[in-house]
Structure formats: structure tokens, C-alpha cells
């Protein structure tokens, strides 16, 4: 797994990010995880894109291999990151796609740097952190306060419950919901999970919305309990050239459709690229 180092508002980042790439021309593609998950969430969508696009995906602070000081951090932060990843992986222009905190930073990012990305795709993101969708972050802090207190695991057993839509329990029995529960234990580190909360709980994109210039996905979950439609027609109504897809899941459908998930953004991400090599050809 390569390396970066770079500078942050807040502190210095070792920043860690895979790579796939068929051929040294094979556009870029840049894929940003949500709160608490680390790059391995992209996994099936990598498989599905990595014979045609050069596939990075970086951990953020506190997940899997990035490393820094600790302490606060916010959406510029992370942002700063995803781009330190891809000029490490010689990415000048690349497409780009997040899933819910992962959304946020690469809404920004398209944001404050237009001319670096091709197309973007963001799944359950959000506008802005409203006051219902900050008393449920606050919910996700005292939980994983009182499980670093108490050896308890109440934070990855809330995380079916706000994350999944009704295919995943129509499907499951105890026994299942159980060993996904222990998986997520195992996967899910509480120190990360709980420094990206605090990142969720200052989110706020509406000033910079209206500078996305990218062809942008907006792709909601049906059945997602924590971002609702008044989020998604603010991200659609602000960002220019933005369109809309919806898939029978619910918040982290990366986890309960992986398949699914991956063949929406993949249709996207092909058209987008296709797009591009027709204009090339022009």
C-alpha cells in the first residue's frame, strides 16, 4: 500500500491509499469512504472498474493505515487528504465518488478544486448538518463513549439498525444479524468512528455547491433513515449539472447491496468516461 505525507489545518498526515491500475493512461478514479469504514468499503465497486480506471482509494484519518497526531478535524481536512493521494498516484484529473461522510469531502473538494475532477458521485451525502441530523451524530458520540467506558458495543448495534433498509431484515435471522454485528466489531475502529462524527457535525456545503462544475450523481437510498429528501434536492437544486438515482437500500448500501451499489455508481462512472473519449474524439 503506498504512502503520503502531507500538512493539514491541524496537523501532519501519513496519509495510506490502494491503487489499481490497468495501464499507465486509464483515467483516474478517486474513492472517498464514509464515517468510521476505511478503503476496503470500495472493494466491489474496484473489482467491477479496475480493467479500465486507475482506482485510488484512501483511508481517512483515524481508519485503517492514515495516521496523524489526533485531535479535531474537519471536511477541509479530509479533502486535503483525498488530494494528497491522488497527486501521490500521479492523478491529475480524476473522477471522483463518496459515500456519506465521504460525499461531503468530495462535494468539497469538487468544490474548492473544479479543474481536478471529471465527474462526481456521491452517495447519502448531504447539504448541510441539520439540527435532527446533529442530534443523531451526538446519539453516535455518547454511544461510543460509553462502549470506550464499558467495553460495551452499542455503537455497532445501532449501526444495522440506522443503516439498513427492510431487504436486509426481511433476508437476515438472529443468528446472521449477530455475526454481522461481531464483523463490524472487527471492523469498525471506535477512535476513528468517533473523531469523523465530530467531522459530520460541522458539515456545511451550501457555500460552495454553486462552484461544482462537475457532471454530478446524486444517488439517495430509498430506505436511508439518516438523510432525508430535503438534503438530496439541496445537493440536486445547487450543483449545476447534477442528476438523480435511487437505490432499494437504505444509508449504507455499500454494505447491504454491495453489488447493487457498485453496478449504479459503475453505470455512472462508464457513461461519464465514454462521454469524455467522445469529446477527445471530436
Known amino acids: 500500500m503506498p504512502t503520503t505525507t502531507t500538512t493539514t489545518t491541524h496537523h501532519d498526515v501519513t496519509v495510506t491509499y490502494d491503487i489499481t491500475s490497468p495501464t499507465p493512461t486509464a ?7 464514509g464515517t468510521g469504514a ?3 468499503q470500495w472493494a466491489p465497486l474496484t473489482a467491477r472498474l479496475s480493467d479500465r480506471f486507475t482506482v485510488v482509494a484512501p483511508d481517512l484519518s483515524g481508519s485503517g493505515g492514515t495516521t496523524d497526531p489526533g ?3 474537519t471536511v477541509a481536512d479530509l479533502a486535503d487528504e483525498v488530494i494528497a493521494a491522488a497527486d501521490h498516484a500521479g492523478l491529475e484529473r480524476f473522477h471522483l465518488a463518496g459515500h456519506s461522510l465521504g460525499a461531503a469531502v468530495a462535494a468539497h473538494l469538487a468544490g474548492t478544486r473544479p479543474g481536478r475532477v471529471r465527474s462526481l458521485a456521491l452517495h447519502a451525502g448531504w447539504a448541510y448538518t441539520d439540527t435532527r441530523m446533529a442530534a443523531e451524530f451526538r446519539y453516535w458520540l455518547e454511544l461510543l463513549r460509553t462502549d470506550a467506558a464499558h467495553g460495551t458495543d452499542l455503537f455497532v448495534r445501532m449501526v444495522p439498525l440506522m443503516a439498513f433498509g ?3 431484515w426481511e433476508r437476515t435471522d438472529e443468528a446472521a444479524h449477530e455475526a454481522l454485528v461481531r464483523t463490524l466489531a472487527g471492523v469498525i475502529s471506535q477512535t476513528a468512528a468517533a473523531r469523523q462524527t465530530e467531522t459530520d457535525l460541522g458539515v ?5 455547491l454553486g462552484r461544482i462544475t462537475a457532471p454530478t450523481l446524486v444517488l439517495a437510498s430509498a430506505h436511508d433513515r439518516l438523510i ?3 438534503q438530496q434536492d ?3 437544486t445547487g450543483i449545476a449539472d447534477a442528476r438523480y438515482a435511487e437505490i432499494d437500500a437504505g444509508h449504507g448500501a455499500p454494505g447491504e447491496d454491495p453489488e447493487g451499489f457498485a453496478a449504479k455508481l459503475a453505470a455512472f462512472l462508464d457513461e461519464r468516461a465514454e462521454a469524455e473519449t467522445e469529446v477527445a474524439a471530436v
Not at 27 to 33: K, M
Not at 204 to 208: A, N
Open 27 to 33: 483515467p483516474g478514479l478517486v474513492l472517498i469512504h
Open 228 to 230: 432525508d429528501a430535503v
Open 234 to 236: 439541496a445537493l440536486l
Open 38 to 40: 476505511d478503503r476496503t
Open 166 to 168: 427492510p431487504r436486509y
Open 71 to 73: 485531535g479535531p478535524l
Open 204 to 208: 456545511d456545503l451550501r457555500p460552495l
